[in-house]
Structures are given as structure tokens and as C-alpha cells.
């Protein structure tokens, strides 16, 4: 059974870092684009930033320049490293693995990030 497990999220003053990880159970994960979601109290899931099996990336423009998505393929791991952190960041965020045949796309399970003085 394929699995999605998010890790580092927490309470951050604005102004702070953190770094997420996503290690997926996923054969040949190393063929998969991967991404980062989140989605704040009462707002719909929104995209933060992908990565292809190439390492092309892209980021939605509330992020550019203080996030960076990376993936570790020897590790099965994608990591989200999140800078210059401000209040609006405040969301649970979801790691996701894009379909690829046979499998359907796949979700972790989420992790908080409070970003709060």
C-alpha cells in the first residue's frame, strides 16, 4: 500500500524557516512528480510547488523566492524548505504523488504549519 508521510510542520514566529518532508512508498518514486499543497481555515486546497522526475520546478507566486521545493530519490523523499515565513503561510500541508499507470495520485496526511507571533 502506497503511503505519503509529511513531517516538520510546527509553530513558527513570522520571519522564521522550516523545513517539510514527505517520504513516499512509492516504486520507482524517482519517476513521479511530487508536489506540496496547502490549505488555510475555511479556503480551498491550493498548490505551493512541484517537482518533476527531471526536477523541473514550479511555484505559485505567493511562495517564489522564499520556498524551495527539492527531492532526494535515494531516500524516496521530497522536502518543502520554507523561508521568510508570514502569517498567511498558516495552513496544513499536503504532500502529493501525480498519477502515473497503474496508480492513481495519492495524498499524505498532512502536517500543520502555524506561522504566529
Known amino acids: 500500500q502506497v503511503q505519503l508521510v509529511e513531517s516538520g510542520g510546527g509553530l513558527v514566529q513570522p520571519g522564521g524557516s522550516l523545513r517539510l518532508s514527505c517520504a513516499a512508498s512509492?516504486?520507482?518514486?524517482?519517476?513521479?512528480?511530487m508536489g506540496w499543497y496547502r490549505q488555510a481555515p475555511g479556503k480551498q486546497r491550493e498548490l505551493v510547488a512541484t517537482?518533476?522526475?527531471?526536477?523541473?520546478?514550479n511555484y505559485a507566486d505567493s511562495v517564489k523566492g522564499r520556498f524551495t521545493i527539492s527531492r532526494d530519490n535515494a531516500k524516496n523523499t521530497v522536502y518543502l524548505q520554507m523561508n521568510s515565513l508570514k502569517p498567511e503561510d498558516t495552513a496544513v500541508y499536503y504532500c502529493?504523488?501525480?498519477?502515473?499507470?497503474?496508480?492513481?495520485?495519492?495524498w499524505g496526511q498532512g502536517t500543520q504549519v502555524t506561522v504566529s507571533s
Open positions: 517537482i518533476t522526475a527531471g526536477g523541473t520546478t
Open positions: 512509492l516504486n520507482r518514486f524517482d519517476r513521479y512528480t
Open positions: 502529493k504523488s501525480d498519477s502515473r499507470w497503474p496508480n492513481p495520485a495519492y
